[in-house]
């Protein structure tokens, strides 16, 4: 069975919408999409199950945007790295440009992610396999560094980092098997979710700070078509052609954090947003290398499937596994005895990224124009039940949606002191992390922390952090100088 065959064609189709509708919800991630679609899938054959596998995964992780459009609610995980620029520039300058912004660079990334699983992926795995887990140390800590550097007050962004890994420590310890703060209840011994906490933080604090404000209206004016078209197709063309380095830079990053085991999208978009805020870059270009990095991601995870057989994080696992079930075994085999199935998987990421990804967010422009005209009162309503759907689906828990009024009303004390909400979402994704990896090289070693610099690639990643560390201070101190410099001409009197 070809690519164009019927079939193929309508499992990719299917399957980047279903898997567009599962990543605008929140709650519902791709992990479940592709969990959900294998008993059906498994009665297919592997062309069709395959285009089916690659609709769902890239398109469920370029509509996790939708809900930060809308509502300020990343669908995913990996949208929740640039959730606040996103949002705003759908409320200041329009939605469809938010939506065009996600889907042009989430298909140049995933077009260059393709590319390296086409010409370089063996060479790109052997660099993947130097890294151990202390350049996985460096790694996190690279990522933890600059996201916390790169917020206008340092000092709120490390007290909201701290919250975040000490709500990631709640549970069995990972290391020694000890439970920590779970406060007697069975329900906390396996940590607290973090999908529930990411709906809490950016669902339930928004309709709060809503309720808070009390404001009240009948939605926005309708976009014009025309209006809506040039700002979905021709604007972010422009902004993309104007960020052109920096979306190649968040490209290649992503698809390489993307081949990392274990690393996988999320991280790429906290890493590549969080230099580009580095830079004080416009929100524009921060959007644009998350929105990159996270599809290069997708399409880079896929390598070390391919060629080595490894899983790079949970979606090519079920990828691996589906594999398996058809008969097919992944690694070298693979392109020596199913070419043309390799040749296929090639052909349906392309369509995905090229022609369907562009498609499934221009239609998506229509249904946010239509949400946008019902009343804030209801929107909010709606948004609080599918929160509460969200975050009972995720573990079928009562008590989870008990931890989501919790976490909900911290989350608004936290917006209302002006803490970034971000940054606990980024101590909860990369504390355990950081954690895990300095565990392991510890008991590697014995405990010895010189461990640290003994590797070529780690003493450069530790560099690299050192660098931040020290240049990025005195770039602030010399950007103080000089708007004071300004200041003291505009007004030479005060």
């Known amino acids: ?29 791709a992990t479940l999409a592709l969990s959900l679609a294998i008993p059906f899938l498994l009665f297919t054959g592997p062309e069709v199950a395959m285009a089916a596998l690659i609709g769902i995964s890239a398109t469920a992780i370029f509509a996790g945007d939708i809900g930060s459009i809308l509502v300020r609610l990343p669908g995913t ?51 993947a396999r130097q890294f151990s887990s202390f350049e996985y140390f460096w790694l996190v800590l690279l990522g933890i560094v600059s996201g916390v550097l790169a917020t206008p007050n340092v000092f709120k962004a490390l ?32 940590g607290i979710n973090f999908i529930v906490a990411l709906i809490a933080f950016f669902g339930v604090s928004e309709v709060l700070e809503y309720l808070y404000r009390k404001e ?17 197709f021709l604007e972010p063309l422009l902004e993309a052609w104007r960020f052109r380095g ?62 080595l057989g490894l899983p790079g994080d949970t979606l090519t696992a079920i990828l691996l596994g589906m594999f398996l079930a058809f008969g097919i075994t992944p690694g070298p085999d ?42 804030r009162e209801v929107l909010m309503a709606v948004v609080l039940a599918l929160c509460a759907v969200g975050a009972y689906a995720v573990n079928n828990n009562p008590f989870d949606l008990y931890l989501l009024a919790a976490l909900g009303a911290l989350g608004f004390v936290l917006r209302r002191g002006g803490f970034p909400l971000g940054q606990v979402v980024l101590g909860m994704v990369l504390g355990p992390l950081l954690e895990q990896h300095f565990m392991t090289s510890m008991i590697k070693t014995h405990w010895n922390l010189f461990s640290f610099f003994e590797r070529p690639l780690a003493v450069l990643l530790a560099l690299v952090n050192l660098g931040l560390l020290v240049a990025l201070p005195l770039l602030r101190y010399r950007q103080a100088l000089r708007l004071r410099a300004m200041e003291e001409r505009l007004h030479p009197g005060d």
């Open 1 to 29: 069975m070809s690519l164009f065959s019927p079939e193929t064609l309508l499992a990719l189709l299917l399957g980047s919408l279903y898997g567009a509708f599962f990543g605008a919800v929140p709650g519902l991630t």
């Open 77 to 127: 995980p990996a949208s929740a790295a640039y959730t606040e620029e996103i949002h705003e520039l759908a409320q200041k300058r329009s939605p469809s440009l938010a939506l065009g912004l996600s889907a042009l660079p989430s298909a140049v990334g995933s077009l260059v992610g393709l590319l390296f699983l086409i010409v370089g992926s063996l060479g790109l795995v052997w660099l």
């Open 216 to 232: 009240r209206g009948a939605g926005r004016p309708s976009i014009p078509l025309a209006a809506s078209l040039r700002a979905y």
């Open 246 to 307: 920096a979306l190649l830079r968040s490209s290649l990053l992503g698809t390489f954090v993307g081949f990392l085991p274990g690393a996988g999208s999320d991280i790429a978009a906290w890493v590549t947003s969080n230099l580009a805020r580095l830079r004080k870059a416009p929100k524009e270009e921060v959007v644009l290398s998350g929105a990159s990095a996270n599809n290069a991601a997708v399409a880079g995870a896929w390598i070390p499937a391919m060629a």
């Open 334 to 375: 693979l392109f020596k005895n199913h070419a043309p199935l390799v040749f296929q998987i090639y052909g349906a990421f392309f369509l995905v990224s090229a022609l369907l990804m562009p498609l499934v967010g221009y239609l998506s422009t229509f249904l946010v124009r239509a949400i946008l005209q019902v009343p």
């Open 159 to 190: 007290i909201a980092f701290g919250l975040g890994m000490l709500l990631a420590t709640v549970g069995y310890d990972p290391a020694l098997g000890h439970p920590r703060f779970t406060l007697g209840r069975p329900e906390l011994l396996g």
